[in-house]
Structures are given as structure tokens and as C-alpha cells.
């Protein structure tokens, strides 16, 4: 427990709070109730003493009597003989445990010591960092987005700043080794204290109101600095760019889009994911083609559209490539190649896997909405299943079918089409539902694409367990999307997890070939290019060599790229 010092010079500070100084008069109130209490037993004391014990007592010694029964301290040294007396004793002494045993130390507790606990506690939070720091990143709230984000910062080496207004929760994070600013997010004070000229970034991650506000602050002290600002109204988009924003993301509206991109519907396709530099990124699921069944050296597809598989994504896990890796119905490609070379991909597959059924999205709220658009732009035939009428009227001119009900109840699916469907997609903001859902939709039909959100990354093995092929999550979208920023990158988006990471060559891998350094056997990521004197060759092949100085672009997630740097150490 901290000492209460009462010439701390803090003490001024305390008693300014208005809240404080009404704590300390209720507190002062309760103790002059006490003194109050004890004089009247001692005065009553004396009439006792004096008319029914016939005993002359003067008012001090009545005092001394009154505060050691109630105290419970009884010296004994002055007692009642008579009834009357006695029982009077007892009336004093439970008053006594009642108002200075109990309620006086709670009282002392709650109205003063708890609240200069709390100072002493806020005094910890810091309120500026070093004078010298440049190239920070300000996150503006610790929401699901931050703790992904900060593990990402972590990784690139990339100092960062999460702004608190709550002083005893920024101390709090702080001792858990958060790096933490206790401030207010509208005070130009606070972005001067967090250097905010020298700063890369800023990210508005609070409501739309909020955010707006923090954008005009952060512009009236660093006209320059990049903001990124979240908008989970369309509506707040204009407004946001309009106060200053550098980037506006509408992450819902963007997850939406992103899962209703990996959706199987009318035939086999390849979805565009992203680009690094001139060559595309894309997935694309193999049921019902002629791939299915084969390795992947027998698809042959580099040597016949010049595509390569870059990675295998089976029931929400990423696999290495390998020659010999077999490939089933269920899994998923991830391709890089040119736009011309995909494009004649596209156009080989196109006649396979025939579904003219519509997909199904359980969910109507703004990320279900924003998925059916999607949707609906590619002239794909949908279903909603929602609760609220209202949601799903929102939609009901660009949906196939909309039916108002529990999605839990069979007769609901059936009525949406599970059984014909070629792919469901889960939207719900409850991952304990899309978990339940996954199971029981993949149970009704074994040949179904899932897909689905979640909330909390702990539910991502829950729900690929429940039989979901593809699980973003908005966290792992906005980290993406602040990351590719703060790199000047293009946003993929692969999956949870997996990113595209860049990574100084080690000085042990030097002068070798991508074969010899075993890298994708050793750690499970894949090359896909090598940076080096500016250049950056994306034709490499199994003889690439790797030059001294040069970076690989990997594909992996953060565990894959922490045990490459076990494995063949870091650049120095």
C-alpha cells in the first residue's frame, strides 16, 4: 500500500478534483456524526451514573468511558452495577462496532484513501516521451485493432505510441509494458507532447465523430503528418477526407467485400487478393476442376499459363507449395503471376464447377450488407437470412430471396437453399453463432465453401474446426490495412495471420540458391521475390541466387517469420 504524505506537494493537486473535495466533506460529515455520538453517550453516562449508580463522573472521564466501549477496548476499569446501566453498555457497545469498526473504515476507504490510491496510480501513466523519438506511429485507442497492430510494429521494429485519455488505464498498460500517453485526444497539448511533427503516422481509431475531431487537432499542430481514420458509416467517409485524413478505411464495408471475394458462386474463378509490384496475387478454389486429385508439379500451371502456386490453403491453413503436395476438393490456391498469365487462367477454368444457385449470407448488418453489394456488382445471385425485417429490406432490391428468420432453425436454411448453395457466408457479429453455424451448415452440405468472420482471434481454431474455409477478421483487416500504409505498400489480404513480410537477407544465407538455403522446407514460407540494389526480381526460381545485402519477400504468418530468424539468424 502506498504512504499518504500529507506535505506531498501532489496533495494540492488532489483536493482540486471537485469529486475529492465531495468525498472528504461526506467523510468529515460522517466523523463529526461520531463525535457527535460519543458525546451523547458520554453525557448520558453521567446522568446514569450519577441518578441510578449514584456516582459522580466528570464529562472528560464520560468521553474516555464512551470511546472505550465502543472501541471494543472494555478496560473495565468503570462499570455499571445496575440493569439499566448495563444495557445501556451493550447499546453503546454495538453502536461502537457498527460506526467505527465498520462504516468508519469503509468510509475512510471509499471517500479518501481509494481515490488518493487512484492519483497516486494516474501519476505513473506518462504524459510524453522522449524528445528524441521520430518516426512513431500514434494508435488513439486500444481497441481490437491495437494489440495485432502493435505485434506488427514490433516486428518491423517500428516505434508506436497508443494515446489514453484515462490516466489510471494508461498506468495500467503501461506497467504492462504497452507504450502508453496519458492524454486527451482532442488537446493540441497532448500531440505536442508525443512529438506529432516527427511522428509517420497517426491513427484516428475511435468513433466517426471522434475521429474528425482528432484529424482538425492533429492538423492544426502537424499539417503534414499522415492520419489513417477508421469510418464505420459510408456516410462518415466524405466527412473524415474532407476534415484532413490522408487514407479513410472503411474496414466493415471493406470485409464485407474481402469475404464475399472468396465466396465460390456460378463457376471457378480466380480472385485478385493484391499485388506486389508488377505481379497479382490471387486465390482460387479447385472443386469440381481438373485439379483436384493431382500434385501440384501435375497441374502443370507454371508451365502452361506461367502462374505459380505460391501457397495451398487448406481448411483455413496455409501449406507450402511443395512438388508432391497432393490437392484435394477442398483446397485453395494461392497464385502469383502476371495479370495477362492470370487472365488466361481465369478464362482455362471458367467452364468448371457450374453452380447457378445463389449464395447464402446469414447476416444483414453493414459487413453482411456490404458483402451482398459485392455481390450484386458481379451480377452474383444471393440469399439473406437475417432476424430483423428492417436489415433485410435494406438489401431485398439486390437479393435474390430474403428470409426473415433464425438461421439456427433448419426450416430457415432450407428455405434459403443450404442444400443447393455453393457457398454460405457468415457475417454475424457473435462468433459463438458463426462457430455453431459453420458446423451445422458444413454438416448439411459436405461440398459448401464457409466463410465466415470473427470477432476474437482466440475463435479462429474454433471455427476452422467447425468447418470454415476462410475466417478474416476485422482486427486483422484494419492491421493489414495500417500496415500497408505505414509501408507504402498495396493491401493483401491472404488470411488470418498470413502476411507478406520483407526480410533483410542473413549474411548465412548469402551467395546460396533458394534450394540450397531450404527455406520453405525449414519454415514453411515461401519466396515469392528478392529485393536488391533497388531492383526487385519477381522470376526466381529454385537457382536464384541470393546476393549479399539483398531482402527476400516472404509469405507466411508471424510464427513462421519469428522461427526464420532462429533458424538462420538476422541481418547485422
Known amino acids: 500500500m502506498l504512504p499518504i504524505r500529507f506535505d506531498d506537494p501532489e496533495l494540492a493537486s488532489f483536493f482540486a478534483d471537485a469529486n475529492v473535495r465531495q468525498n472528504v ?4 460529515k460522517y466523523i463529526a456524526l461520531v463525535i457527535g455520538v460519543i458525546i451523547l453517550f458520554a453525557l448520558l453516562f453521567q446522568v446514569i451514573m450519577r441518578y441510578v449508580e449514584g456516582e459522580e463522573h466528570s464529562f472528560i472521564t464520560g468521553i474516555y468511558w464512551a470511546v472505550t466501549v465502543m472501541s471494543t477496548l472494555g478496560l473495565g476499569d468503570i462499570t455499571f452495577q445496575s440493569d439499566i446501566g448495563r444495557l445501556f453498555s451493550v447499546v453503546v457497545l454495538i453502536t461502537g462496532i457498527v460506526m467505527l469498526l465498520i462504516v468508519l473504515p ?11 490510491l487512484e492519483t497516486q496510480i494516474r501519476r505513473r501513466a506518462p504524459r510524453s516521451i522522449p524528445s528524441d523519438v521520430s518516426g512513431h506511429v500514434i494508435i488513439c485507442a486500444y481497441d481490437t485493432i491495437a494489440p495485432g497492430l502493435i505485434a506488427r510494429l514490433k516486428q518491423e521494429d517500428l516505434p508506436y505510441y497508443v494515446l489514453e485519455e484515462d490516466s489510471a488505464v494508461a498506468a495500467e498498460m503501461h506497467m504492462e509494458r504497452i507504450s502508453v500517453i496519458a492524454g486527451d485526444v482532442d488537446s493540441t497539448d497532448t500531440y505536442k507532447a508525443l512529438n506529432l511533427p516527427r511522428a509517420s503516422l497517426v491513427f ?44 479513410v478505411l472503411p474496414l466493415k464495408k471493406w470485409l464485407g467485400e474481402q469475404l464475399a471475394n472468396r465466396l465460390n458462386a456460378l463457376h471457378a474463378q480466380l480472385h485478385a487478393i493484391g499485388n506486389y509490384e508488377d505481379l497479382l496475387i490471387a486465390e482460387m478454389p479447385i472443386h469440381n476442376t481438373p485439379l483436384a486429385g493431382k500434385t501440384v ?18 481448411r483455413g491453413r496455409l501449406h507450402p507449395a511443395r512438388p508432391m503436395t497432393p490437392l484435394t476438393e477442398s483446397s485453395v490456391l494461392v497464385l502469383i503471376g502476371r495479370e495477362e498469365q492470370l487472365q488466361a487462367l481465369d478464362d482455362l477454368l471458367f467452364i468448371y464447377d457450374v453452380n447457378p444457385n445463389p449464395v447464402l449470407v446469414i447476416g444483414g448488418g453493414k459487413v453482411g450488407t456490404a458483402a451482398v453489394r459485392s455481390l450484386a456488382r458481379r451480377n452474383v445471385p444471393v440469399n439473406l ?35 443447393e448453395a455453393p457457398s454460405v457466408l457468415l457475417t454475424t457479429n457473435d462468433d459463438a453463432m458463426n462457430i455453431y453455424l459453420a458446423a451445422y451448415c458444413r454438416k448439411l452440405n459436405p461440398d459448401l465453401r464457409v466463410v465466415s468472420r470473427i470477432t476474437h482471434e482466440r475463435n479462429l481454431e474454433a471455427i476452422h474446426r467447425a468447418g470454415a474455409d476462410f475466417v478474416p477478421s476485422y482486427a486483422s483487416l484494419g492491421t493489414e490495412a495500417v500496415m500497408s500504409i505505414v509501408k507504402d505498400q498495396e493491401l493483401v489480404v491472404l488470411g488470418e495471420g498470413v502476411n507478406i513480410f520483407t526480410i533483410p537477407l542473413p549474411k548465412s544465407l548469402a551467395n546460396k540458391t533458394l534450394a540450397e538455403t531450404e527455406i ?3 519454415t514453411g514460407m515461401t519466396v515469392i521475390a528478392v529485393e536488391s540494389n533497388g531492383k526487385v526480381e519477381t522470376d526466381i526460381s529454385a537457382d536464384t541466387v541470393l546476393p549479399p545485402g539483398s531482402e527476400l519477400v516472404v509469405l507466411g504468418d508471424t510464427s513462421q517469420r519469428r522461427h526464420f530468424g532462429e533458424i538462420f539468424g538476422e541481418a547485422k
Open 25 to 28: 466533506r461526506s467523510l468529515l
Open 385 to 419: 437470412i437475417d432476424l430483423v425485417e428492417s436489415r433485410g429490406q435494406r438489401v431485398a432490391d439486390v437479393c435474390n430471396k430474403v428470409v426473415i428468420g433464425n438461421a439456427a432453425d433448419y426450416d430457415v436454411l432450407a428455405e434459403a437453399g443450404i442444400m
Open 297 to 314: 508439379r501435375e497441374t502443370r500451371l507454371r508451365e502452361i499459363s506461367g502462374v505459380s502456386i505460391i501457397g495451398i490453403w487448406e
Open 106 to 116: 469503509f468510509a475512510f476507504i471509499r471517500f479518501f484513501y481509494a481515490p488518493w
Open 204 to 247: 484516428a481509431n475511435r468513433e466517426d465523430v471522434v475521429n474528425t475531431n482528432i484529424i482538425l487537432t492533429v492538423r492544426e499542430v502537424a499539417p503534414s503528418v499522415k492520419v489513417v481514420a477508421t469510418a464505420s458509416m459510408e456516410d462518415s467517409i466524405d466527412v473524415l477526407d474532407l476534415s484532413g485524413a490522408t487514407h
Open 520 to 522: 520453405g522446407a525449414r
